[in-house]
């Protein structure tokens, strides 16, 4: 097939495989397919109700290179079973990075290699590697942000919990996408903090949709473990303001019982706006969550979890760095910290009962 010019600004380099090519040769082994199964049962219930353990998403900003999350990864296994009858866990494996102003590292997808030239095809190719290899040895399944929704088909397959991002969650096209998902998504609230969009976002995902999707008219059925992601926000002059405490907790409750929503849920994301960047900040977030479910009935059944930004090392360093496990993007909260609060709030859960 001949190389297309699509503008004067746009030239096809390479014509990529498809995901049904890339499957094929990285194929799911029935193994991986049951524990994938497995995993997905459990998330199912803990959104609808079923189950009362507490979600984890947690692992690194994103996911720079498999060795050091594979590593993390490992020593994530052996604290899940210790939590395992309060806190279900699923490994932040984020593949795509996205940029404010464009510029900057791009995830591993983009670069398999941090300080190289960008390469799809081993970007893609990568990540699925990595997330099957996370899966293999661990028996986790992970969770991955969609960034780009026509990428989503290579991971279909492999992914048990699905992000869309601040900046990506008025985009119709993810909207309509992620109404097609048959596993739990969560809708970050806009880097504004407008949370009519992010109903609005949580609305369309758990609707049926008729549009177009890599060159198919394609029909969806909706997706009923579609929910809110409180991440705070930015105003108009630059600050941040958080919106995770009681009283944010509680208009959202407020907002859900505005419209017949499947399944009324919301993660709250400990770093990004709600931290102010200071990755620290997570471990008071995280235990003044807990706090305010504790204080009432209709928070702690709509609070499904947390996600925390987190890697073998604290803080972060530039692409360029040469310090294992550390990350090379957003500020982390090092091994032994989150070893602790996590261990903190099993117990926290613990007292609940």
């Known amino acids: 097939m001949p190389r297309e010019e699509f503008s004067k600004n746009?030239?096809?380099?390479?014509?990529?495989?498809?995901?049904?090519?890339?499957?094929?040769?990285?194929?799911?082994?029935e193994e991986l397919k049951r524990i994938k199964e497995k995993n997905d049962q459990e998330l199912s219930d803990i959104f609808t109700g079923k189950s009362d353990k507490f979600l984890l998403v947690i692992g690194p900003c994103s996911a720079d290179r498999e060795d050091a999350v594979l590593d993390y990864v490992k020593r994530l296994r052996k604290i899940a079973d210790e939590v395992s009858d309060v806190i279900f866990i699923v490994p932040r494996?984020?593949?795509?990075?996205?940029?404010?102003?464009?510029?900057?590292?791009?995830?591993?997808?983009?670069q398999p290699d941090p300080t190289g030239k960008p390469d799809m095809l081993k970007g893609i190719i990568a990540?699925?590697?990595?997330?099957?290899?996370v899966m293999k040895e661990t028996g986790f399944s992970p969770a991955d942000e969609m960034l780009y929704p026509e990428n989503y088909a290579y991971m279909s397959d492999v992914l048990s919990y699905i992000a869309v991002g601040a900046r990506s969650v008025e985009d119709q096209q993810h909207r309509m996408v992620a109404s097609s998902f048959d596993v739990p998504t969560g809708m970050k609230n806009p880097t504004s903090g407008d949370m009519g969009v992010l109903m609005n976002s949580i609305w369309a995902a758990q609707h049926d949709h008729t549009f177009i999707y890599r060159g198919w008219e394609t029909d969806t059925l909706g997706n009923d473990l579609a929910h809110a992601v409180l991440r705070g926000y930015v105003d108009v002059t630059g600050?941040?303001?958080?919106n995770y405490h009681y009283e944010d907790l509680a208009y959202l409750a407020k907002l859900y019982k505005e419209k017949p929503y499947k399944n009324p849920a919301v993660i709250i994301d400990t770093n990004h706006s709600n931290s102010g960047k200071d990755y620290l900040e997570q471990?008071?977030?995280?235990?003044?969550v807990l706090h305010s479910t504790?204080?009432?009935?209709?928070?702690?059944?709509?609070?499904?979890?947390?996600?925390?930004?987190?890697?073998?090392e604290d803080g972060c360093q530039k692409p360029d760095g040469t310090i294992y496990g550390k990350s090379i993007t957003d500020p982390c909260l090092g091994w032994e910290k989150t070893e602790k609060l996590i261990r903190d709030i099993a117990e926290l859960r613990r007292m609940k009962k």
């Open 93 to 110: 494996i984020y593949t795509n990075k996205p940029r404010t102003t464009g510029a900057g590292y791009k995830g591993m997808l983009h």
């Open 294 to 312: 504790r204080h009432n009935k209709e928070i702690y059944d709509l609070v499904k979890g947390l996600m925390i930004e987190s890697y073998i």
């Open 127 to 133: 990540i699925r590697k990595m997330h099957m290899d």
């Open 10 to 29: 746009m030239v096809c380099q390479k014509e990529l495989p498809t995901p049904e090519e890339v499957k094929k040769l990285y194929p799911m082994t």
């Open 283 to 288: 471990i008071r977030i995280a235990k003044e």
């Open 239 to 242: 600050r941040t303001h958080p």
